[in-house]
């Protein structure tokens, strides 16, 4: 049974099962018992619910049932590493066996929640790379680990994995189990004072509000706080309750981005890059050098205010990469630019798009606004109401500095090594790669585009969204920068003419 | 604009079979049929005394169907057919499609991960087959409709051998 499908192997390690203390964790989180919860509910509903006794009992059962349910699954779950895969045996019944070859498995990270922490327990995810076809990526957890087994885990998955890339007998030996770290970034606290203004952060508090206002209105009459509201006619109220509000929510995003991001620290050890960063779960995320291909440099309209980024790396084959790919998740632009120059070598300045680009963003932005306008002047023919014609102008003016905005972000460069490409208004992303990253180049012209001798290029990669755009380039640059971005096969100027 | 602009990427050479016309006008008269009998039973289902903006949608809807047949019909099959084009070189994989947006694709041979061939069902009835060039990215796919199926067949042969033997590991 517990042999693993694994012939070539020619040592096979013990499976092991994970620590006990794990059904704890998990009996306290329901995390098995919740699956029969839409089944009890119409029984609980048919029994009815009155009297304390019912409740009492209703909760001691429910947990009885959550610690059978963590100790079956606990029971019934083992794991091993073995030189050539990793294999995690589960299921209560039907068994399932899973096998990931280490060749696949893209990266490890081991994560901390709050009650793991409290039992000294850690979750690890080995990360897998499907196939292309499917583009999906696979993750094996092994939930509740000691850290030590944890750690031990995690080099050893490495270790092997390194073991098997490595072919050639020329090559220098593996390093040492632990090898010298060079910190790259360390996370100043002071940069929390950011998170105001990144609308990812500022949505954090929002959602708390929103979700106790429902709470408020769930309670039962007796119980809700009788407040009365304030004099809303009294400007000074008004005012001072507005910046009360704005005030809370700043506070609020500054302790999102605290509860994410404390203590981020970056660094190098041997050929990964490990990120740690978290308050109450930490994260440990290791990236392998070998597989970045780029790094995007990202800035929001907010951040943009505060000269503050953020930068991802970009990994092939990594799934959940937003999360993952985290190289600097907020701080000072200097600093960004400084860990993208770690990621990828800097091409040079972005070179700006040509007159026509500016003219398209412009169209496209006014567009919408005219076509209002244009319906509002029909209806002010028709019926002499000027809202909607109000509405058009208000649409159309502002589509100017949207169209010009769009259009500043526009770039790209191509460098001796790397190449950049820039866009996005909300979010300005500027995306560096290197020229390795190139899989293929695909060009868009639209009729619109072929008129004002422009054209789309977007850069083939499989990392991160799997391609990035130069929008409206002139037509007659694309074939000099896919050449320069990705080497003389880029050209398609050879035979057949 | 004035000068006829010149394509920003040099057009690939090889058109495709030429019963990818007629693929294509029987596409076009499939959907004709399709959206005429749609037409049909809103404009004789819905009474002609209704109000609103039905009694346009009586006459618009059926010149609107004649325009679209007539494009999908008459016109589009063979602009689609003169904009197709591609081309296997040493080094690339090279196809150009669309007919109103036009989309170059480029692969390097090495980049190249799967080779597909499809054969639809209308497909089958003309003996043509789609080519599909898979690398790790998803937007990095070349996708060469309607050639012939023995065609179709030695290319993506060509193309599986010659991209096992100059692959890079790289992705």
Redesign the interface.
Known sequence: MTTAPWQTVPEVTAPRRTSPLVVLVHTITFRQARQVVPAAIPVVAAVGVDGPGVVVGLVLAVTALSLLFATLTWWRTTYADTPGAVVVTRGLLARSVRTVPNDRIRGVEVETPVLHRLFGLVRVRVDAAAG??T?GDEEVVVDGLTRAEGDRLRTSVLTHRRAGVVTDPSAPPLPEEQPAEEELARFDPRWLLYAPLVASYLAVPLAAVGALSRLLQELPPGLRPDLTGPDLTDTRVLLTGLLLALLLLALGAVLGAAVVNWGFRLVRRGGSLVAVRGLLTRRHTELEVDRVRGGTLSEGLGMRLVRAARVGALV??LGAANRRGQVLPLGPRAEAVRLLGVLVDDPGPLVAHPP?ARRRRLARAIGSGLAVSAAGGLLVAGTGWWGLLAAGVVLTVLGVPLGLGRYAALGHVAGPRSFAVRSGLLVREQTVLQQ?AV?????????FQ????L?T??A????GT??YAAID?A??D??PF?EAASGS????????? | MSAPPAPPVRVPAWSLSRSAIWLWVTQGVIGTLVYGVLVAVLVLGVPASTGGPLPVLRWLLPVLLAVYAVVAIGVRPWIRYRVHRWEVTEETVHALTGWLTRTWTLVPVARIQTVDVTRGVLQQLYGLASVAVLTASSQGTVRVPHLEVAVAHRVADDLARRAEQVRDEAT
């Open positions: 292309s076809m583009g092939t084959g026509a390795r899989v293929g180049w695909q060009v868009r012209q639209s009729v072929r008129r004002a001798g054209a290029v977007v083939c990669v499989g990392a799997g391609g380039v037509a007659a694309v074939g896919t096969w880029a050209t398609a100027r050879g035979a057949g003419g």
